[in-house]
């Protein structure tokens, strides 16, 4: 069965700054990837999505996130944190199989620090 | 509507009594999603409807909860007497589905229950 471990319940970093929120699944035939953001008292946000095309894919606001399929990776990134980008990130995973229900991590919440 | 919408945004209920959640999907959407939210988790799914159908059930954690769509597009999540564990946000999402897992879902802001 599927599943999606994100590493870290809390990330804090300053205006500027890296962010890398750590994403690995576990999966027994190829995933469809996601990562979803939620801003505070609002729904959550699609921010990109891995389909087996490009190994690197941009999202909105400036994030990216690469597939390591030797390391069972999906780990997200943006060079330059900005204050609005203080929210919490789910990383999924959708397996193209039967049913399309997808899996959750349990979430990272970004803080940026001015 | 633009988006997908849920009502009541907020809903308090007594331990034992019967709820409904409502969700309204984006028009055109042929699937509608149901997940449950607790406090510090992600998302768990719950059920997949591909237009009236359920397509797949498995997430229902008993036979107290229940969803239909019997037009293929608003959908009712029903909990039968609720227990306090049943406390959390319940959020709808739709795509316009089709034989893939991989079409972006849109989330409504979600239901919060609250069972006492």
């Known amino acids: 069965a599927q599943s999606v471990t994100q590493l870290g319940s809390h990330v804090s970093v300053s205006e500027g700054a890296l962010v890398l929120l750590r994403c690995n699944y576990s999966?027994?035939?190829?995933?469809?990837l996601f990562w979803y953001v939620q801003y505070p008292n609002q729904g959550l946000q699609l921010l990109l999505k891995y389909t087996s095309a490009a190994t690197l894919v941009k999202g909105i606001n400036g994030f990216e996130a690469e597939f390591k399929k030797s390391e069972t990776s999906f780990h997200l990134t943006k060079p330059s944190a900005h204050m609005s980008d203080a929210a919490e990130y789910f990383c999924a995973v959708s397996v193209p199989t039967g049913g399309f229900k997808t899996i959750f991590g349990a979430g990272t919440r970004l803080f940026v620090k001015a | 509507g633009a988006g997908v919408s849920q009502t009541p945004s907020n809903k308090v209920t007594e331990k034992g009594k019967y709820v409904e959640l409502r969700c309204d999907p984006i028009?055109?959407?042929?699937?509608l999603y149901w997940y449950r939210q607790s406090l510090g988790q992600g998302p768990e799914f719950l059920i997949y409807?591909?237009?009236?159908?359920?397509?797949?059930d498995s997430g229902l954690p008993n036979d107290r909860f229940f969803a239909v769509r019997p037009e293929g597009s608003v959908s009712t999540l029903k909990i039968q007497r609720t227990e306090r564990g049943d406390s959390a946000v319940y959020l709808c999402a739709s795509s316009l589905g089709g034989a893939s897992g991989h079409n972006e879902q849109f989330f409504g802001p979600g239901t919060r229950l609250t069972v006492l």
């Open positions: 409807f591909q237009g009236t159908g359920a397509a797949d």
């Open positions: 999966s027994s035939v190829p995933p469809y």
């Open positions: 028009s055109g959407h042929t699937a």
